[in-house]
């Protein structure tokens, strides 16, 4: 089945820098979704990217899948103590997400 | 439209105790997913509906779970003789389920503490 390794696991980035977190699958992607969870919650949909090349935003997040649909970047502008959290990415497969383990975000004021 | 909600929030429940989780669905959402979901790991697919039908079961889903969507609308989630292992965050989802939209919208999930 498909797998999704993220990278970095962790990323600890000062108040206003801009970072990027990166999703790289086993097998091409036909649906690629983007999560953020607080921790201890459920997950917050942020975006959902279908074609190679598309690019989408949702306020200061963009979210980029490759032409060759095997490799998706989120990137946050300006970050903000309220980007803090669990970004996960996940694969569509059959109607069913198959999920990246996550990378923790912390926002240094 | 209040979202997908669970209940309850938390669990603590003794081995070998039967525990029930309930998920209610954005309305009018035909799909709804159950996922479970451990510490520092992304969530793992459990089942899924389509209206009433359970369309498909993890292989993680052993004899002692059962999920339920009687009338196509809330779904249960039933562990039987619960064990440690069981214990995570399991996780409901529900999505249109149309060509046109198959996003998945997840509610703030049960957390199951097996003692």
């Known amino acids: 089945s498909q797998e999704l390794e993220q990278s970095p696991q962790s990323l600890i980035v000062q108040e206003g820098k801009n970072l990027t977190i990166n999703c790289t699958s086993s097998k091409t992607l036909y649906g690629l979704y983007w999560y953020k969870q607080k921790y201890g919650e459920g997950l917050i949909f942020l975006m959902m990217?279908?074609?190679?090349?598309e690019e989408k935003s949702h306020e200061k997040i963009t979210a980029k899948l490759d032409e060759k649909k095997q490799q998706s970047s989120l990137h946050i502008t300006a970050s903000q103590p309220s980007h803090a959290g669990i970004y996960l990415c996940g694969a569509d497969e059959f109607g069913k997400i198959i999920f990246g383990k996550g990378t923790r975000l912390h926002i240094l004021p | 439209d209040t979202g997908v909600s669970q209940d309850p929030r938390h669990k603590i429940t003794k081995r070998g105790q039967n525990v029930t989780f309930r998920c209610d669905p954005i309305?009018?959402?035909?799909?709804l997913y159950w996922y479970r979901q451990t510490l520092g790991q992304g969530p793992e697919f459990l089942t899924y509906f389509q209206n009433e039908a359970q369309l498909e079961k993890s292989r993680l889903l052993s004899d002692r779970f059962s999920a339920e969507r009687p009338k196509g609308s809330f779904s249960t989630l039933e562990i039987q003789r619960t064990e440690q292992g069981d214990s995570a965050m399991y996780l409901c989802a529900s999505s249109p389920g149309r060509r046109s939209s198959y996003e998945q919208y997840f509610g703030p999930g049960t957390r199951l503490t097996v003692t």
């Open positions: 990217l279908q074609k190679g090349g």
């Open positions: 309305s009018e959402h035909n799909r």
